[in-house]
């Protein structure tokens, strides 16, 4: 079993050959390269289990997925998972039956959820066959590139909240 | 419910999306389309003009369910086109591979997917607040398959390490060891979780499938054999184009499949079940005796003590693998390509891959073909929707629509290999 770790834990999930799709394993690319060693950064296909294995012991975990909700191409969703279910149909994208969601909710029901947890959906518009990502969802991959960055180094969210000499513990609101 | 129709327009608790319509008139069914909408054929065309080596990567993003099987069919498709052996260790370590995706594919499906159709839960998460320890339990079986994928395959999700002729680098005896306390604590969850299975209540629903799967003269199928029926087929590989016909339905762009003057065929757990009951280990077949199970099974909402039986088989394989296992002297055998066409079928966690590939001089892919087992069953399981609906039609509507989505998950349909999308509709005239 992993051990508990505070570096935060970001991880992409996609699939490269189906178009849009790949839009989280491309984010956490730029991400690794940006991130160096401040963050752990993983990609993923959205296996469910797969994932819960992944974020097991980490304290604040970053998703970055494609949706498709019926919004613009392009458009960025932020859903913080500790605060509400996650809109599982916006996930309908992946083909596991058992994906981010799933693994989400199935993490809450086993009393499992990292302290902190936020994922990124952004909205596709091809998921067709094939490589490359649509104009307006490679935008929004640099929108999201920067969003993500400036979430990890806002301190109060990876606050430890056992520290008490961690002044942002207790107002760590952000997630 | 004398008529109507049923409809489900998104199908839960199956790999990928797919549709469900049903239709009831005066009592009887007189329609039953599992609707499937787009088609693996455009990996096909995504393969023509590449390098013969890019296809087992390329065909493992078909479906992020089970990688494995696509690597394997393509690899051996690829080997037969080039005349090329792969025997040993490098053999047996595609066996173990092909264990832990067995064993990985076949726990989500136990305990995720169809575990909370027969305890009565919506969903997996409800299930879980009443039944932690099952869930835990399945997670944990799941996690030793990806293990095995994880060390073989470079990576979980996805494995790059398999090539045609072999591997890119293969493991060490004492890597390989080092799995083997995990799988022995997953056989004996395993073994528990027949038990567990064999308790669930099933509907009386017995058919008379004609069975098709690999069958090997030393044992339980996974990369090897000639493909078999309990009705007489016996072919191999190269003559599976003239024995299967697939046929386009005007309601969905997915392929059925038939066998040439004969009709429909069932691929999968239970096939391979009833043609191979006598190459399990030992302890799987005691299991699958004690948990009520002779050598046949006809029965589909019983496929998952027969997937609980194959996961206690794999883990017993992957542990003789292991035992047995030497590193061999190199990763790879030579391939030196050859234009031609190669035929490979393995078995899947859901049944029959089938893929054939024509290459050039140059090595590049003239033309791939690639028959799924959830298109081989389609038809099947329409069929048995057909003869399963008249026994619940007094249910009211929403209970008949879980009716039939719980059989539709007998099958583990993968529809992200047999397409992308599923949706249920059940019509009443």
């Known amino acids: ?157 990876f606050a430890n909240p056992d520290d008490p000499f961690d002044a942002n513990a207790k107002n760590n609101h952000l997630l | 419910m004398k008529s109507g129709t049923i409809k489900v327009d998104y199908l839960a608790r199956v790999e990928g999306e797919g549709a469900l319509y049903i239709k009831v008139k005066g009592g009887a069914v007189e329609d039953v389309r599992l609707k499937i909408f787009e088609p693996p054929r455009f990996f096909e065309a995504f393969l023509r003009g590449r390098h013969y080596s890019e296809a087992p990567d390329i065909t493992s993003r078909i479906c992020g369910i089970c990688p494995v099987a696509y690597q394997m069919s393509a690899v051996h498709a690829m080997e037969n086109a080039f005349g090329v052996k792969v025997d040993g260790q490098l053999r047996a370590l595609r066996r173990l591979m092909y264990c832990g995706e067995w064993i990985e594919s076949h726990s989500l499906h136990i305990f995720l997917l169809h575990a909370p159709d027969f305890l009565g839960y919506e969903d997996a998460f409800k299930m879980a607040k009443d039944h932690r320890a099952v869930v835990e339990l399945g997670l944990r079986l799941k996690k030793a398959g990806n293990e095995i994928m994880a060390l073989l395959g470079g990576r979980e999700i996805h494995p790059i390490n398999l090539r045609v002729g072999g591997f890119y680098k293969t493991p060490g005896k004492r890597e390989l060891l080092g799995l083997a306390e995990a799988l022995k604590r997953a056989r004996d ?119 609980s039986v194959e996961v206690l088989y794999a883990c017993d394989e992957a542990l003789r693998v292991i035992e047995e296992y030497e590193a061999p002297d190199r990763a790879a055998v030579e391939i030196v390509p050859r234009p031609g066409v190669g035929y490979g079928s ?39 929707l057909r003869r399963f609906v008249p026994y619940y039609l007094d249910l009211p509507k929403e209970q008949l629509k879980w009716r039939c989505e719980q059989a539709v998950r007998n099958y583990d349909p993968c529809i992200s290999c047999a397409t992308h999308f599923l949706r249920l509709e059940i019509e009443r005239e």
């Open chain 2, 346 to 384: 393995t078995e899947a966690p859901r049944g029959l891959l089938y893929h054939r590939y024509k290459v050039d001089e140059r090595g590049l892919i003239a033309d791939a073909k690639i028959v799924p087992p959830t298109s081989q069953n389609q038809k099947r399981i329409e069929t048995d």
């Open chain 2, 189 to 307: 969850e395993a073994l528990e979780t027949v038990r567990w299975t064999a308790a669930l209540d099933f509907p009386d629903f017995e058919q008379d499938y004609e069975f098709v799967a690999l069958r090997h003269a030393n044992e339980y199928p996974f990369n090897e054999g000639r493909i078999v029926s309990n009705k007489g087929l016996d072919i191999s590989a190269s003559e599976f184009d003239e024995h299967v016909i697939e046929e386009q339905a005007h309601y969905s762009n997915a392929l059925h499949s038939t066998l040439k003057g004969r009709g429909e065929y069932l691929a999968g757990p239970m096939a391979r079940y009833n043609l191979n009951f006598d190459k399990l280990s030992p302890l799987a077949r005691e299991a699958a005796r004690e948990a009520g199970l002779s050598s046949e099974c006809r029965n589909p909402f019983r496929s998952i003590i027969v997937r």
């Open chain 1, 1 to 157: 079993m992993s051990q508990p770790h505070f570096l935060p834990l970001i991880i992409g999930v996609g699939n490269e050959y189906r178009g849009d799709d790949a839009v989280g394993l491309i984010v956490a690319r730029r991400l690794k390269e940006r991130l160096a060693d401040s963050a752990k950064v993983l990609e993923q296909s959205g296996d469910g289990a797969a994932l819960m294995d992944a974020w097991r012991g980490a304290d604040a975990v970053i998703i970055i997925d494609a949706v498709t909700s019926g919004a613009a191409a392009g458009a960025i969703h932020r859903f913080d998972a500790n605060t509400r279910p996650i809109p599982n149909d916006a996930f309908r994208c992946s083909t596991h039956a058992f994906g981010v969601a799933e693994a989400i909710e199935l993490s809450r029901a086993l009393m499992r959820l990292p302290r902190s947890l936020v994922v990124y959906g952004i909205e596709g518009k091809n998921f067709g066959d094939g490589v490359g990502l649509s104009p307006e969802v490679e935008k929004a991959a640099c929108e999201a590139v920067r969003q993500v960055f400036a979430e990890t180094h806002s301190r109060p969210m």
